[in-house]
């Protein structure tokens, strides 16, 4: 009875188990493994369920996760610019625009920095908007009577134009946050003012006691398309969000016209106003 007693305690301290009582052990064990795995799965599959509805939430511009507020949006712009000098009636079809600068389309670039201060609900965004842009052209100035068999002279002579704008912006930015379309449709209406200076090597030109500096008044109307860059990389644009700030990011375009010509106010301003297509870049935070 005794030498059982101690080969049993032997078996029980290095480790060993009677048959029976392994086949007991093996039974638990596979148990707890296959209630191991159950768990597993469930929990895998709660985690991708999960992170799915979190994706579509968060393409859908929903407030899944807190999106910091949006009030501003800044856009780079370019275009191909054409001024409207030529087409002033008082010239009586006489083009001393075209002769002196040509017909080629000069470069602007600019800025516009607008202020969302309403949030229209299942519409978008509406508030107002400055913009100012810059464009210049150069060539040889003219004598006013033929000299030396030419009416070119070899002295160069420029137009410096900065055409701006205050306008009212409305960003339909709802087809993005509402439906998950990457598209912000927007419109913009309001004054344009372009500030203008002619030069050539001497300084500031002057015609007959006439400075060539001035002021040119209008109306600004444009009409655009954005896509949004976030669909792109959304972890990139959320990572935006939360250390910068930035909400979206589109590429735009937009179709402008710049009406330099008074709007009946002020007499025969220099037309440095512009219809064109404009491109670029527009942030929104």
Known sequence: MLGHLRHACLRAAFGFVDPVDRETALR?????????????????????????????????????????????????????YWP???????????????????NSALVSVGLEFDWQALRIPHLGTLGPGIGIGYANASGKALFTEEHNGTFVSGETTSLLMLPGYVVAVLRADALWRDVGIPFEPYVKAGLGYGIWRASNTLGTSSYNGVNGTGGS????????????????????AINFDDEMGINATYLFVEGTREDLSGIGIQKDPLRIGSTNWTFGINVEF
């Open 28 to 80: 638990g064990h596979r148990a707890r493994c296959l209630t191991c795995f159950a768990s597993s799965v469930a929990v895998a599959t709660f985690v991708a369920v999960d992170a799915g509805a979190q994706s579509r939430i968060d393409s859908l511009g929903s407030t899944a996760r807190k999106e910091s507020p949006q009030n501003f949006a800044l856009e780079i712009r370019g275009a191909p």
């Open 84 to 102: 409207q000098v030529d087409s002033d009636p008082a010239l009586n079809g006489a083009t001393p625009y075209g002769q002196v600068f040509g």
């Open 217 to 236: 008044l209008g109306s600004f109307v444009a009409v655009g398309l954005g896509f949004n860059l976030n669909v792109l990389d959304r972890y990139t």
